[in-house]
């Protein structure tokens, strides 16, 4: 696996989110070259975030739970984030941790991904955040 | 003399050690701290003996335990102290208490982790640590500066550490700056990462070899017309931004001329480049990259060849280069290969769900379960409810919750189906502690052979869904590099003391097979004389087979190396015809320069019937690669 990452804050293994208080998760993604390839779901198999079905962009965005009845959320849940590298040369994925008014409490994941030789056609970053979410 | 030097030492150490402990009536936190610090200092001295070295070794590690075992001591009278007036301190009174406590903490898990020598005995604060769950962990021990090494286990087994586990076991901050490791990589050395190098090292252990090939069919060399250029073929398109292309010399002499061959230059640049920058448009951006990619389909170039001395003795002057390119069909915009991509995406999801799983499984089954009470996990848990509680910024329900937590069986602290908020709290906390720095070290150490095998049954049982991803995206970006394309380019040479050169030229290129590209020119050469009825229409047609010698895994840095074979046949009006073939080799030298090298025999030249073998060189930069380099070594 030929991807580095660069950890602008160290990555959190797991983040607490107040549901009862209002808090919500900002997942945002950064890609810069051709084609982004990502898929951000839970272990359920539900997709949050994903570039499949949409044009091709920078700056992607995905605000967790969109509501606190969604899907419905469940207490404990994981969310893997995994993003091929073949057609892109850099991503940035953020993980915030935000108050009910929307101000930042913490960053949660704050990482850059790029490629590095050896390259091959399957380089691909992984990385899997564990919510807990208070109801 | 050696031995003599090495009984000294030894002798010296026995003495000290005996006077410690007949001095250790008892023996003080300070005074451990200062004994650790010079023995530490010995050490972590290259000019040790080994012998002594050994010998140091097991004294230092006694004096950890022993300190180990007072700061715990001293931290569980503090904790105490903390809950019986807690109700009557200032939060300022708190908060000092609090940090008190914080810091013995850390300096237990900096103990345990080796880097305690940084701050021992000279009243600083040791080195950050947020790991109160290395209170507890006095099974666990380390060697002090053995970080490329297996590390040592309580129990007594080795553990050769992941690939992601250099500051696991970084030196002391009093190690000699001659004997310190290369600084580590930024790459974050936790759990994810670590768990992401073990999926890839079951994924090499249970698949086949893989194939490794990558595009590298956009031309950068100067083109086929420049008389010395190290390709008889041109390619379908260029490099996405710019390309430049450097002749510097001929390898043979010139049979025309007697000179060797004329150094050249071009620089390629596509549309998009020019538009882009421009526009003030980051170039790299997805959105802007396929809003504007028929940008990129116009390609120019232009350059020259210096002149040098003719056959005469005259010194002709440099030819100007100049062409553009279009690309009429691209079949190999990732756009058009939305099938491939959608099975990749199934397999993306698939990939991230399994990952998700995997890890909850590790947790709930290793961290949670069996190295729950090896890690001191309920320690920890305490400690950080206690700090919950005394922190003062819970409200009434929320201290009762923690409060009939601590009264709970641990068991019942990681029951899945305890979801108020103290329960939630208090694995995001483990978890925290134990899947990031520096705890992650510890839980590295605890993992035995039973865990680790555990942990590869648990991943090989979803290893399908990360050799599928792999083997998708490996199909689909292949079947982009395959498509075929088609342009249409345009070159003239323009001289002053010769005739003009001009070339309407179709290019064709397709990929035969995985590592196997074909490419074809057909070309019209027309070449205007200044003499009256001296110009020349020609016909060429080549092709080219290009072949990937090496995958790019084994030339770390560079492009794979590539083979050419090449032929052109070229009839015209007033001259023989001319057949050529070719050889060329591109060697990378490091990523986006690449330096061609060329061998073409033809059966005549122009001017004399007489065969003719000539050598090139050259080197070629792609400065989209050198960006994405550049980026990511950002």
């Keep these: ?135 | 003399m050696k031995t003599h030097r090495r009984i000294f030492w030894i002798c010296v150490l026995v003495l000290q050690f005996a006077v410690v402990v007949s001095a250790q009536s008892p023996t003080s936190i300070d005074q451990l701290r200062d004994q650790i610090q010079k023995l530490t200092t010995i050490a972590n001295d290259p000019t040790t003996d080994p012998d002594v070295r050994k010998i140091n070794q097991g004294f230092l590690l006694e004096r950890r335990k022993q300190l180990g075992a007072l700061l715990r001591e001293k931290m569980a009278t503090l904790q105490k102290y903390q809950s019986k007036v807690a109700e009557v301190l200032t939060d300022a009174e708190k908060q000092a208490l609090a940090q008190s406590v914080s810091d013995l903490r850390n300096e237990i898990a900096a103990l345990e982790s080796g880097h305690v020598a940084a701050s021992a005995g000279n009243g600083d604060a040791p080195a950050p640590s947020a790991n109160p769950a290395a209170a507890g962990a006095p099974s666990i021990e380390t060697a002090s500066i053995t970080r490329p090494a297996p590390l040592a286990v309580g129990n007594g087994t080795s553990i050769s550490p992941g690939p992601n586990t250099l500051a696991a076991t970084a030196p002391v901050a009093t190690a000699p700056a001659a004997t310190a490791p290369a600084a580590p990589p930024q790459q974050p050395d936790d759990f994810n990462n670590w768990l992401n190098a073990r999926i890839e090292e079951r994924i090499k252990a249970n698949a086949q070899a893989r194939i490794d090939q990558r595009s590298n069919v956009n031309q950068t060399e100067t083109p086929a017309i420049a008389n010395n250029s190290t390709s008889l073929v041109d390619q379908s398109s260029a490099s996405d931004l710019v390309g430049l292309g450097l002749n510097l010399a001929g390898l043979t002499q010139d049979n025309n001329s007697g000179n060797s061959d004329k150094p050249s230059a071009t620089v390629t640049a596509t549309a998009y480049s020019l538009y882009s920058m421009f526009r003030g448009e980051q170039p790299l951006d997805p959105a802007f990259y396929n809003k504007h990619r028929d940008w990129r389909r116009l390609s120019f170039t232009l350059g020259f060849e210096k002149g040098q001395l003719n056959a005469q003795g005259q010194t002709t002057e440099d030819t100007t280069i100049a062409g553009a390119k279009y690309l009429i069909f691209s079949g190999r915009d990732a756009s058009k290969h939305q099938r491939e991509l959608g099975t990749v995406y199934q397999y993306l999801k698939a990939a991230a769900t399994n990952l998700g799983q995997l890890t909850a499984e590790i947790k709930n089954e290793i961290l949670f379960g069996k190295l729950r009470d090896r890690l001191r996990i309920p320690e920890a848990v305490r400690a950080f409810v206690q700090g919950k509680l005394s922190a003062g910024s819970l409200n009434a329900q929320q201290r009762q919750e923690f409060q009939d937590l601590l009264d709970e069986p641990v068991e019942s602290w990681f029951d899945p189906a305890k979801i108020d908020a103290a329960h939630l709290q208090v694995r995001v906390f483990v978890r925290n502690e134990y899947f990031k720095m520096p705890g992650f070290a510890l839980l590295q150490q605890a993992l035995d052979e039973e865990a680790l095998k555990e942990i590869d049954e648990l991943i090989d049982a979803r290893l399908d869904a990360f050799t599928g991803l792999n083997n998708a995206a490996r199909r689909a970006i292949e079947q982009i590099r395959k498509a075929p394309q088609f342009s249409l380019a345009f070159q003239s040479r323009l001289q002053k003391q010769e005739p003009d050169e001009y070339k309407g030229q179709a290019i064709f290129e397709y990929g035969i097979h995985d590592r196997l590209n074909l490419t074809l020119n057909g070309s019209f050469l027309y070449r205007n004389s200044r003499f009256l009825g001296a110009d020349t229409r020609r016909a060429q047609f080549a092709g080219q087979l290009q072949f990937q010698m090496t995958p790019e895994k084994s030339l770390a840095g560079r492009s794979p190396l590539y083979l050419f074979l090449a032929s052109e046949g070229d009839w015209g009006n007033g001259i023989s015809s001319i057949f050529k073939v070719q050889g060329k080799v591109k060697i990378p030298l490091f990523e986006g320069v690449d330096f061609p090298i060329s061998l073409t025999y033809a059966n005549r030249t122009e001017l004399i019937n007489e065969r003719d073998v000539r050598g090139q060189f050259g080197f070629t930069f792609d400065t989209a690669k050198l960006l994405r380099a550049f980026l990511s070594k950002r």
Excluded: C
Excluded at chain 1, 59 to 88: F, K
Excluded at chain 1, 97 to 106: A, Q, R, V
């Design chain 1, 1 to 135: 696996m030929a991807v580095v990452e660069n950890a602008i804050v160290p990555p959190n293994a797991a983040v607490f989110v107040d549901g009862q208080a209002g808090e919500f998760l900002l997942y945002k993604l950064t890609a810069l070259g051709d084609t982004p390839l990502f898929t951000l779901a839970d272990d359920r198999g539900r997709t949050i975030m994903t570039s499949e079905g949409l044009p091709p962009q920078m700056n992607y965005q995905r605000r967790w739970p969109l509501s606190p009845d969604d899907d419905p959320v469940p207490a404990e849940s994981e969310h893997a984030m995994v993003g091929l590298m073949a057609l892109v040369t850099k991503y940035t994925y953020k993980v915030e941790l935000h108050n009910k008014d929307g101000s930042l409490k913490e960053v949660i994941i704050n990482s850059e991904y790029t490629r590095v030789a050896p390259f091959e056609d399957d380089d691909k970053f992984m990385r899997n955040l564990g919510v807990a979410f208070a109801k």
